[in-house]
């Protein structure tokens, strides 16, 4: 922290609301200071009280507080403020003052044991908030709770620096302390190139990988992934620190270079590639079972478009059947009407053989094959085994109890296509619980045997609405996870209901919450039947058991609105991110985006703002780069990959953190 940013932490409050917080005296405090007798004296010992209580420290020798400080506190004690001029606070005297009121109020020096203590305390949440302003403000916090006097800001300084290394190498120990020689071996690995590209490494590899959608795509996803798994890096490690902390980890493992990671100490270069290992798997998870989806999106589509095409031109096929239809329907429908025969009329309107040539060809037509996209789907499946089988043996899916018979399949299919091409056969008994009504027709035949083509296409489009509907989800993955892993853990949970302190707004047992509901819909229902049978009820009348709602209408005069377009008519035209800068200097807004391994703000604040601008309307750096004049896309990609996080975006305003 600079020294006018210490100054004015260690300044004793002179705002009126500081001033009523920090230096209101309590009964006992007065009895005490009144006992002194001489007013000068109440008044110098009263400020030496307050100043320890905040900002923390003793005043130094000759040291005159502010004057609103001074004012409020002597009327507190019924004296005069022009007292403090005869305080003697010669060194000797203010010591002994300062040693009686250590004494009589608890006070205690900041000391060695005091620094070993704070730093032991601050260390766990090191873990989790590296800004050092932040955690110097969480230091003076507890230290002024504690009532241990405030050291010299390099002091403080020292401990905010000692429980950041504590808490770093806590991290890496619980990261990396305890891999085999075999896995660290296997991680310095990732430094080697490429397989076949000798300027780029496996870790740059690895997170290079492909977006666009296609099978060929999919497959080098789950290559990645399977490098990845085979480093041998057990899940449980990101378990063992925060995870606030591991994220902070994995972030900025995955954004240093690959030349940055090689030259540091082992522990942090350990831990840095553990997280970085872990967050390459979840992401490589994600995006293959994503790019699942898509690539089962695209065969359905295509199915879909191929089906109406069929269905249109089958239908252009068939007009003659239909015009013979129709004349056959009214020649029917005229012979009925007149008690005729009616094989006779068919005969003489249409002929009875082109009639039932147009019915035969018509009843093809009508046929649920070529109407229904699922028969065109099963036609596909083909194009649905270049990718599914890779995707059955990469991952383990599990699901909720009603996707019991769905996973049962998932199982059966994934061991049929590790049997190998030449002998996979799937058995004869194959689970159709999970088959909806719609697919049925299409996969089960009128002898009640499924086919083993549509029951496998099933199959894979019902394993991808189980996965967006949460039903189904994968170990490891972050987007297809488990609903439970997103609620307070179950220890938590149950340490917060000892306590009673449940974070939640509504009453711990329902039946309370209900029977609160049910009593607020009753109290309201009877106050709108008394106002109605009045004829108090505001814009609303009931008639004849019906409810009528006067609308709202516009009500701005014209006068109004034309004032309102002259207003803005002189608003001067300026850049927009010349308006975000000057709304930062009020807001302190880009305070939040600090970088995520000093935590220091943004140098430049042009360049940020205009990343932020490229974030928010979707335009992208490229594009943002090419639209400005000033911030290269280098600057703005700097910007974005070091200050521009989505916990940034999330963070709560606060304006002592910063610093506004």
Same mark, same amino acid.
Not at 142 to 159: D, S, T
Not at 387 to 403: C, H, I, K, Y
Not at 553 to 570: F, I, M, N
Not at 584 to 602: E, I, K, N, V, Y
């Given at each position: 922290?600079?020294?006018?940013?210490?100054?004015?932490?260690?300044?004793?409050?002179?705002?009126?609301?500081?001033?009523?917080?920090?230096?209101?005296?309590?009964?006992?405090?007065?009895?005490?200071?009144?006992?002194?007798?001489?007013?000068?004296?109440?008044?110098?010992?009263?400020?030496?009280?307050?100043?320890?209580?905040?900002?923390?420290?003793?005043?130094?020798?000759?040291?005159?507080?502010?004057?609103?400080?001074?004012?409020?506190?002597?009327?507190?004690?019924?004296?005069?403020?022009?007292?403090?001029?005869?305080?003697?606070?010669?060194?000797?005297?203010?010591?002994? +003052?300062?040693?009686?009121?250590?004494?009589? +109020?608890?006070?205690?020096?900041?000391?060695?044991?005091?620094?070993?203590?704070?730093?032991?305390?601050?260390?766990?949440?090191?873990?989790?908030?590296?800004?050092?302003?932040?955690?110097?403000?969480?230091?003076?916090?507890?230290?002024?709770?504690?009532?241990?006097?405030?050291?010299?800001?390099?002091?403080?300084?020292?401990?905010?620096?000692?429980?950041?290394?504590?808490?770093?190498?806590?991290?890496?120990?619980?990261?990396?302390?305890?891999?085999?020689?075999?896995?660290?071996?296997?991680?310095?690995?990732?430094?080697?190139?490429?397989?076949?590209?000798?300027?780029?490494?496996?870790?740059?590899?690895?997170? +290079?990988?492909?977006?666009?959608?296609?099978?060929?795509?999919?497959?080098?996803?789950?290559?990645?992934?399977?490098?990845?798994?085979?480093?041998?890096?057990?899940?449980?490690?990101?378990?063992?620190?925060?995870?606030?902390?591991?994220?902070?980890?994995?972030?900025?493992?995955?954004?240093?270079?690959?030349?940055?990671?090689?030259?540091?100490?082992?522990?942090?270069?350990?831990?840095?590639?553990?997280?970085?290992?872990?967050?390459?798997?979840?992401?490589?998870?994600?995006?293959?079972?994503?790019?699942?989806?898509?690539?089962?999106?695209?065969?359905?589509?295509?199915?879909?478009?191929?089906?109406?095409?069929?269905?249109?031109?089958?239908?252009?096929?068939?007009?003659?059947?239909?015009?013979?239809?129709?004349?056959?329907?009214?020649?029917?429908?005229?012979?009925?009407?007149?008690?005729?025969?009616?094989?006779?009329?068919?005969?003489?309107?249409?002929?009875?053989?082109?009639?039932?040539?147009?019915?035969?060809?018509?009843?093809?037509?009508?046929?649920?094959?070529?109407?229904?996209?699922?028969?065109?789907?099963?036609?596909?499946?083909?194009?649905?085994?270049?990718?599914?089988?890779?995707?059955?043996?990469?991952?383990?899916?599990?699901?909720?109890?009603?996707?019991?018979?769905?996973?049962?399949?998932?199982?059966?299919?994934?061991?049929?296509?590790?049997?190998?091409?030449?002998?996979?056969?799937?058995?004869?008994?194959?689970?159709?619980?999970?088959?909806?009504?719609?697919?049925?027709?299409?996969?089960?035949?009128?002898?009640?045997?499924?086919?083993?083509?549509?029951?496998?296409?099933?199959?894979?489009?019902?394993?991808?609405?189980?996965?967006?509907?949460?039903?189904?989800?994968?170990?490891?993955?972050?987007?297809?996870?488990?609903?439970?892993?997103?609620?307070?853990?179950?220890?938590?949970?149950?340490?917060?209901?000892?306590?009673?302190?449940?974070?939640?707004?509504?009453?711990?047992?329902?039946?309370?919450?209900?029977?609160?509901?049910?009593?607020?819909?009753?109290?309201?229902?009877?106050?709108?039947?008394?106002?109605?049978?009045?004829?108090?009820?505001?814009?609303?009348?009931?008639?004849?058991?019906?409810?009528?709602?006067?609308?709202?209408?516009?009500?701005?005069?014209?006068?109004?609105?034309?004032?309102?377009?002259?207003?803005?008519?002189?608003?001067?035209?300026?850049?927009?991110?010349?308006?975000?800068?000057?709304?930062?200097?009020?807001?302190?807004?880009?305070?939040?985006?600090?970088?995520?391994?000093?935590?220091?703000?943004?140098?430049?604040?042009?360049?940020?703002?205009?990343?932020?601008?490229?974030?928010?309307?979707?335009?992208?750096?490229?594009?943002?780069?090419?639209?400005?004049?000033?911030?290269?896309?280098?600057?703005?990609?700097?910007?974005?990959?070091?200050?521009?996080?989505?916990?940034?975006?999330?963070?709560?305003?606060?304006?002592?953190?910063?610093?506004?």
């Amino acid at each position: 922290m600079t020294d006018e940013a210490w100054g004015a932490v260690m300044a004793p409050p002179s705002e009126e609301r500081d001033l009523v917080r920090h230096c209101t005296l309590g009964s006992d405090d007065l009895d005490r200071l009144r006992a002194l007798r001489v007013a000068h004296n109440q008044l110098g010992h009263a400020l030496l009280l307050c100043a320890m209580r905040h900002p923390g420290r003793a005043l130094a020798p000759g040291e005159r507080p502010p004057a609103a400080m001074v004012a409020w506190v002597a009327r507190q004690l019924g004296v005069e403020a022009t007292a403090l001029d005869r305080w003697s606070n010669r060194a000797q005297t203010r010591r002994e +003052q300062i040693g009686d009121i250590m004494k009589a +109020q608890g006070f205690t020096a900041f000391g060695r044991e005091e620094a070993v203590a704070m730093t032991r305390w601050l260390t766990p949440t090191a873990q989790i908030e590296r800004r050092p302003q932040r955690l110097i403000e969480i230091l003076l916090a507890e230290l002024r709770r504690r009532q241990i006097l405030l050291p010299q800001p390099r002091v403080l300084e020292l401990v905010v620096h000692r429980a950041r290394s504590a808490a770093a190498r806590v991290t890496w120990r619980a990261l990396a302390g305890d891999l085999t020689p075999a896995q660290i071996e296997a991680l310095d690995t990732l430094f080697d190139a490429a397989p076949g590209q000798e300027d780029l490494s496996r870790l740059a590899w690895l997170r +290079q990988f492909p977006a666009a959608p296609g099978a060929r795509s999919l497959h080098a996803l789950i290559e990645r992934l399977d490098v990845v798994r085979a480093l041998g890096v057990e899940r449980r490690r990101q378990t063992t620190i925060p995870a606030v902390a591991f994220d902070k980890v994995a972030s900025d493992a995955m954004a240093l270079t690959v030349q940055n990671l090689r030259v540091l100490a082992p522990p942090p270069r350990r831990a840095l590639l553990v997280a970085a290992a872990l967050r390459l798997e979840t992401d490589l998870t994600d995006a293959a079972l994503f790019m699942f989806d898509r690539l089962m999106g695209r065969v359905a589509r295509k199915a879909e478009r191929a089906s109406a095409d069929g269905a249109a031109a089958a239908m252009r096929g068939v007009q003659d059947h239909l015009k013979t239809l129709a004349r056959a329907g009214r020649a029917v429908i005229a012979a009925h009407e007149s008690d005729g025969d009616v094989h006779d009329a068919i005969d003489h309107a249409v002929g009875w053989a082109r009639f039932l040539r147009a019915v035969t060809e018509t009843e093809g037509v009508a046929a649920s094959e070529h109407v229904d996209m699922r028969a065109e789907l099963v036609r596909r499946w083909p194009a649905l085994r270049q990718f599914a089988p890779t995707v059955l043996r990469t991952f383990s899916f599990e699901g909720a109890r009603s996707a019991t018979g769905l996973l049962k399949a998932l199982a059966l299919l994934r061991d049929a296509n590790a049997s190998g091409a030449a002998r996979r056969r799937l058995p004869g008994d194959l689970p159709i619980g999970f088959i909806r009504k719609g697919w049925r027709p299409f996969v089960i035949d009128p002898d009640g045997a499924p086919d083993a083509k549509a029951w496998e296409v099933c199959v894979l489009f019902e394993l991808r609405d189980r996965l967006r509907a949460g039903d189904v989800w994968v170990a490891g993955s972050r987007r297809f996870r488990s609903f439970e892993e997103t609620l307070i853990p179950r220890a938590s949970f149950t340490a917060l209901r000892a306590e009673g302190a449940l974070p939640v707004g509504v009453p711990e047992d329902p039946t309370v919450w209900i029977e609160g509901r049910r009593a607020a819909l009753a109290e309201a229902m009877t106050d709108v039947a008394a106002r109605s049978a009045i004829g108090t009820l505001e814009d609303v009348t009931i008639e004849g058991g019906a409810l009528k709602i006067t609308p709202l209408k516009a009500d701005t005069p014209d006068e109004a609105q034309a004032l309102g377009a002259a207003a803005y008519d002189l608003l001067p035209r300026i850049k927009i991110t010349d308006l975000l800068l000057e709304v930062d200097d009020w807001t302190g807004f880009t305070a939040a985006f600090t970088h995520q391994r000093s935590g220091l703000p943004a140098e430049d604040r042009t360049v940020l703002l205009t990343a932020i601008l490229a974030d928010g309307v979707n335009l992208g750096l490229t594009r943002m780069a090419e639209a400005v004049r000033g911030p290269t896309l280098r600057e703005l990609a700097w910007a974005h990959d070091w200050h521009i996080r989505e916990e940034c975006y999330a963070c709560e305003y606060d304006q002592a953190a910063c610093g506004t």
